[in-house]
């Protein structure tokens, strides 16, 4: 009999969940993880033969579960306090910050990032310019005591893989409270040091004041939706100035040049808060500074780490250009950049650096 009622139960929870599966709307963007979720797997005899179509159901599956940001929930918690599990899906909370950690180190993809790097100086920038550098932002695991790779290694891979650049050191300008608790980014207000440590290297000087302005909504970054641990949220800080106010930002997201702003307010209230600072990430931003004391241009090849660093570089520049080669192909670049006697800085996270394939 006690078998018959597990039987009974087990087969209505599927049956129930089969239901609320086809009736449920589905919905294409998870606003707690930050990511595309997944769709269904096409259909067709190689996909089957091949497994592909049961890989891409069971990841389609799992994505659409009913009710599966509460699921997510209950597995954290028992995770944590029921198992006493350090880490949650690579997840952890120390010292009130929420990290993934990212380990092992994979040498492979320094290679594979220098590489690309090597190849955008050959093709645009030898003979142009000498006054290359290259910078590196460590993740805040760097500061935490968890498990970490070897970031000396890192370092020394990507400056012999780049003899032609010049070497700028941000690691002992950072602590942990430079960072966001919830989220991987660093905090403008916090890095004018940083900003300082890159300008006497590029030998510009950037000496400015600056007004610290708070947005006024709480900002809860990627880590608080992919954990589902509740840590108290951040406040997003940004420094303006009349020299920022009178800048002219454009931004070639649409593959034409578009009016942007230095701080998008519209693009703080969507799915990233962080994208407050240049409209987030975009192959290509150009800024112009009409208030520059001398004309001189910088180069930024980047990720999102450079998008709340750069405006503290403005007041040395006439015109700065920031390329993304996640979202623009590096053969491309030279269409739309100009690198005669431009400084050119490469800055790049070590959590990037780690995971060189978003390259094009």
């Known amino acids: 009999m006690k078998n018959k009622i597990t039987c009974f139960l087990f087969a209505f929870v599927l049956l129930l969940t089969s239901v609320l599966c086809i009736f449920f709307p589905e919905d294409e963007f998870s606003e707690s993880e930050r990511r595309v979720l997944a769709s269904f797997p096409e259909i067709s005899g190689e996909t089957i033969l091949s497994g592909d179509f049961s890989k891409g159901f069971e990841e389609y599956a799992t994505d659409r579960f009913p009710f599966r940001d509460f699921f997510r929930s209950v597995k954290t918690y028992t995770s944590e306090y029921v198992f006493q599990k350090s880490d949650n899906n690579g997840l952890i909370l120390q010292n009130g910050h929420l990290t993934r950690l990212d380990y092992p180190l994979v040498t492979d993809m320094q290679d594979l990032a220098a590489n690309k790097f090597s190849y955008l100086y050959e093709k645009f920038i030898k003979g142009k310019t000498d006054k290359i550098y290259l910078s590196i932002v460590p993740d805040k695991n760097y500061y935490m005591d968890t498990l970490k790779y070897d970031y000396e290694k890192l370092v020394g891979k990507m400056r012999e893989g780049m003899p032609y650049a010049r070497y700028i050191d941000l690691f002992p300008t950072l602590s942990l409270s430079d960072y966001y608790t919830t989220d991987s980014h660093w905090k403008q207000e916090c890095i004018t040091d940083a900003a300082q440590t890159i300008a006497s290297e590029m030998n510009v000087k950037i000496d400015a004041k600056y007004t610290v302005n708070t947005y006024p909504e709480p900002f809860y970054g990627v880590y608080s939706g992919q954990s589902l641990i509740k840590v108290p949220p951040d406040t997003i800080k940004y420094l303006t100035n009349d ?60 990720d999102s780490f450079a998008s709340s660093l750069t405006p503290l570089l403005v007041p040395g520049y006439s015109k700065i250009t920031l390329v993304d080669i996640r979202y623009i192909m590096s053969d ?29």
């Open 332 to 360: 491309f670049v030279g269409g739309f950049v100009n690198f005669e006697d431009a400084d050119v800085l490469f800055l790049y996270s070590t959590s990037l650096l780690n995971a060189s394939t978003a390259f094009k």
């Open 243 to 302: 020299i920022l106010n009178g800048c002219k930002v454009l931004d070639y997201n649409s593959g034409m040049a578009k009016p942007s702003f230095m701080y998008h307010m519209e693009k703080a209230k969507g799915k990233d808060m962080y994208e407050l600072f240049l409209g987030g990430n975009s192959p290509l931003i150009t800024i112009e500074n009409p208030a520059a004391k001398e004309v001189r241009e910088l180069v930024i090849f980047r």
